[in-house]
C-alpha cells in the first residue's frame, strides 16, 4: 500500500528528531496524536506551530477547506493530546480559544505565518485557534517520589485533586465575571465556555480511567491477599459509581455550552468534589497501608 503523504511526513520526523525537509523545512512542525471522536483510535496529524509562553498554538484551517479538520473535532470529544516536538513527547490538554481572545491569538499566528490568513480568507468559517497547555500543570510543589505502589497512588490522587481545584478556579472566576458584567447586552462568554468544558471533561475522563483500573486491577489484585477486606471493596466500588453518577451528569451539562446554567454546574461541580474528597481520603486510609512496601513499577516478569 502507497505510503500517504502524512504517513511520509511522520515517519521522517521521527526517524530525524523533529527535521522535515519539502514544504515544511525550517518550519516548526509537530506531531498531534489525538482519540478519535467515534472510534477511541489515535489519529496524528503533522501540524504547524506558534509559540505563546508555555503553550503552543495550532490553527485547524484544513487549508481553508469549508469544515473542521477530524483532529480538531477528536479533540473536543477527548481533550487530552499526545504532542511531539524534536525528540521530546509529552501529554497536553487542548483547548481552543474563545471570543476576543480567539482574535488576539490568531493575529498572533498569522504575524509569524501569514499563510493562515490566507487560509482564512478562502473560508466562511472562523478557522478554530487551540492552545495546548501542560496536561497536568506545575503545582508548584516538587513532583512526588515515587517508589511503591502507595506512592503512585497518592500521585495519581494529588493530580486528580489538582485538575478538580482547577475546573473549581475556573468557573468561579467565570461566575464571577458574569456578575460582574454590567450594561446592555449579553455577557462577553455566556454559559459556560470552552476551556471550563475541556477542563472538566479531561478531569472526567481521567477520574473514568482511574475508577476503571481500581476495579479491574487494583482492588482485584489486594483482595486475593486480604479477603476480610471484602466490606472495604464494596464500599469502594460502590463510591465509584456515585461519583461516576456525578461526573456524567457533569459532562452531559458541559456538552451545550450556550444553554447550561453556570451556578447550577458550580453547585454539582461541589457536589462531585465533596463525594470524591470523601472517597480518596477513605481510599487512602485503608488501601495504602496494604500497598506500602509493593515496588512502584513492578519488576519485569522472570
Known amino acids: 500500500m502507497p505510503t500517504s503523504f502524512n504517513e511520509s511526513v511522520i515517519e521522517e520526523f521521527r526517524a530525524n528528531g523533529g527535521q522535515v525537509g519539502g514544504p515544511f523545512e525550517g518550519g516548526n512542525l509537530l506531531l498531534l496524536t489525538t482519540t478519535g471522536a467515534t472510534s477511541g483510535t489515535a489519529r496524528t496529524t503533522p501540524l504547524g506551530y506558534v509559540r505563546h509562553g508555555g503553550s503552543l498554538l495550532i490553527v485547524a484551517s484544513n487549508l481553508g477547506a469549508p469544515g473542521h479538520p477530524h483532529w480538531y473535532r477528536n479533540l473536543l470529544a477527548h481533550p ?92 468561579d472566576a467565570h461566575l464571577a465575571a458574569l456578575a460582574a458584567h454590567e450594561g446592555p447586552g449579553a455577557p462577553p462568554v455566556p454559559g459556560l465556555g470552552l476551556q471550563i468544558r475541556q477542563r472538566c471533561l479531561a478531569f472526567c475522563q481521567a477520574l473514568e480511567f482511574h475508577h476503571t483500573s481500581e476495579d479491574g486491577h487494583l482492588f482485584p489484585g489486594i483482595a486475593r491477599y486480604h479477603p476480610r477486606l471484602t466490606d472495604v471493596f464494596d464500599r469502594l466500588r460502590a463510591e465509584h459509581r456515585t461519583v461516576a453518577r456525578l461526573q456524567n451528569g457533569l459532562v452531559a451539562l458541559s456538552a451545550d455550552l450556550g444553554a447550561v446554567d453556570p451556578p447550577y454546574f458550580r453547585g454539582e461541580l461541589a457536589r462531585l468534589t465533596a463525594e470524591l474528597t470523601a472517597h480518596l481520603d477513605y481510599e487512602e486510609e485503608t488501601i495504602l497501608p496494604l500497598v506500602a512496601e509493593v515496588p512502584w513499577p513492578p519488576a519485569p516478569p522472570a
Open 80 to 171: 487530552v493530546v499526545d504532542v511531539e516536538i524534536g525528540i521530546r513527547a509529552y501529554q497536553a490538554l487542548a483547548v481552543p480559544a474563545e471570543g476576543a481572545g480567539r482574535d488576539e491569538l490568531f493575529a498572533r499566528v498569522v504575524r509569524e505565518a501569514p499563510g493562515y490568513g490566507d487560509h482564512q480568507a478562502e473560508t466562511a468559517r472562523t478557522l478554530p485557534v487551540v492552545v495546548l497547555e501542560p496536561a497536568v500543570p506545575d503545582d508548584g510543589q516538587s513532583p512526588r517520589e515515587v517508589r511503591t505502589l502507595a506512592d503512585k497512588i497518592l500521585q495519581v490522587h494529588d493530580q486528580l485533586r489538582f485538575q478538580l481545584r482547577l475546573v473549581t478556579a475556573d468557573v
